[in-house]
């Protein structure tokens, strides 16, 4: 089966950077992605680690070691739109690229 | 494209009425899923499909049933409906994926309560 713990609740300052970690276990580990979802909303991509390291996209950065279990979401120069739940998921091997959900880490930026 | 589209976005049901949440999306995708998502917890996968004519259950398919008679198409139906399934729906899809996954479109949701 597949287990994923991240942090309830964050809080951070505009202007700010935040690190939301996500730590997992999981039988084939076929990638780990970083969602966003904004109260009543649906989900949208924010990021994809398959190999272990750093990937940079803008003011977003996510960050993946395999043999630790361990990936982080950064988020610089924090804006207000940023307040939302971020969903870290695990995909795993057996079919049909489905993924395994955390609970999410609801940010709140504040002034 | 309009990308993944759910109907209806809010319902309200009573106990015991059967409904269908209907899911179609335009982008050729072979896998489609369903996913419910209760206040404060995770996405939990309910059915998924990887192609038309092949579904298969998911972490909580128990109380659901789905079809796939077409590659764009995913309805999801609730046979008799009860207070446990008071939740927020989403459907998604993906195309197939190359090493290491691919990642999953989702329409807007449908809020269903049973009374």
């Known amino acids: 089966g597949q287990n994923i713990d991240q942090p309830t609740e964050m809080t951070a300052t505009e202007g700010a950077i935040v690190q939301i970690n996500c730590t997992y276990q999981t039988s084939g580990f076929n990638g780990l992605f970083w969602y966003q979802q904004h109260a009543g909303e649906a989900p949208t991509f924010l990021s994809y680690?398959?190999?272990?390291g750093l990937e940079e996209k803008g003011r977003f950065s996510s960050f993946l070691s395999r043999s630790k279990g361990y990936s982080y979401l950064l988020l610089k120069e924090l804006q207000m739109k940023d307040s939302a739940s971020y969903l870290c998921?695990?995909?795993?091997?057996?079919?049909?690229?489905?993924?395994?959900f955390g609970t999410g880490t609801q940010l709140k930026v504040e002034l | 494209n309009a990308g993944v589209t759910q109907t209806p976005k809010f319902r309200i049901l009573k106990i015991g009425q059967s409904m269908t949440l209907q899911c179609t999306q335009d982008?050729?995708?072979?896998?489609m899923y369903w996913y419910r998502q209760d206040p404060g917890m995770g996405l939990k996968l309910i059915y998924y499909?990887?192609?038309?004519?092949?579904?298969d259950k998911g972490e909580v398919p128990n109380g659901y049933n789905v079809s796939r008679s077409t590659t764009e198409d995913f309805p999801l139906r609730l046979e008799l409906a009860a207070p446990s399934q008071t939740s927020v729906y989403f459907c998604a899809s993906s195309p197939q994926g190359r090493r290491g996954g691919s990642k999953l479109f989702f329409g807007s949701g449908t809020q269903l309560s049973v009374l």
């Open positions: 982008m050729n995708h072979n896998y």
């Open positions: 998921a695990i995909g795993f091997t057996g079919g049909g690229n489905k993924l395994t």
């Open positions: 680690n398959v190999l272990d």
């Open positions: 499909s990887v192609g038309a004519g092949i579904t």
